[in-house]
T-cell receptor, first 114, second 112 residues
Framework: NAGVTQTPKFRVLKTGQSMTLLCAQDMNHEYMYWYRQDPGMGLRLIHY???????AKGEVPDGYNVSRLKKQNFLLGLESAAPSQTSVYFCASSLERGLADTQYFGPGTRLTVL | DAKTTQPTSMDCAEGRAANLPCNHS???????VYWYRQIHSQGPQYIIHGLKNNETNEMASLIITEDRKSSTLILPHATLRDTAVYYC?????????????FGKGTSLLVTP
């Protein structure tokens, strides 16, 4: 049971390049999330998904797209990277039990945009 | 989510119990108390959560006061690997939305 895994761990992009971050979970969770964390700041929700084939915008969705074609995978895409997207990206998934939701996080992807 | 207040930092000697307090005096009816931690350069890690009763798992114990206005996370035998920022979060899924609001947390330093 690997939990939540993220690919790649590190990436350097030039402004205007595109890339896709992959998140995978093997816990059969319905909900998945993408957050970003900037130095000295808390996590901010980019997009989330409440089930296969569904996605929704979080707090800071601009410049990102997502897809959830399979229940276990959640992809985050940057179509045209900007230096402001330099950050650490965390994926999470959660198990819903009534009104309690426990989110489990991946190890993160460190992205630098030059 | 209810507002939480935590000390900015704490120290604990290795092998001793670490008791991390959290004040959530505005907690309402069915809001849960969650604890997460983030070790430097790693993803946040879920520790434990509770509603009214005290809870214990393999990582920690959670003590919630009877009036639910405060709680304490207890790491019974702290190790150097427990050095991290610990976050107390109060939320109820139906009212809180999907984003976890981590706040500032408590920076715990475990010393040899």
């Amino acid at each position: 049971n690997a939990g939540v895994t993220q690919t790649p761990k590190f990436r350097v992009l030039k402004t205007g390049q595109s890339m896709t971050l992959l998140c995978a979970q093997d816990m059969n969770h319905e909900y998945m999330y993408w957050y970003r964390q900037d130095p000295g700041m808390g996590l901010r929700l980019i997009h989330y998904s409440v089930g296969e084939g569904t996605t929704a915008k979080g707090e800071v969705p601009d410049g990102y797209n997502v897809s959830r074609l399979k229940k276990q995978n959640f992809l985050l895409g940057l179509e045209s990277a900007a230096p402001s997207q330099t950050s650490v990206y965390f994926c999470a998934s959660s198990l819903e039990r009534g009104l309690a939701d426990t989110q489990y996080f991946g190890p993160g992807t460190r992205l630098t945009v030059l | 989510d209810a507002k939480t207040t935590q000390p900015t930092s704490m120290d604990c000697a290795e092998g001793r119990a670490a008791n991390l307090p959290c004040n959530h005096s505005t907690i309402s009816g069915n809001e849960y108390v969650y604890w997460y931690r983030q070790i430097h350069s790693q993803g946040p890690q879920y520790i434990i959560h509770g509603l009214k009763n005290n809870e214990t798992n393999e990582m920690a114990s959670l003590i919630i006061t009877e009036d639910r206005k405060s709680s304490t996370l207890i790491l019974p035998h702290a190790t150097l690997r427990d050095t991290a920022v610990y976050y107390c979060i109060v939320r109820r899924l139906a009212n809180s939305g999907y984003a976890l609001n981590f706040g500032k947390g408590t920076s715990l330093l475990v010393t040899p």
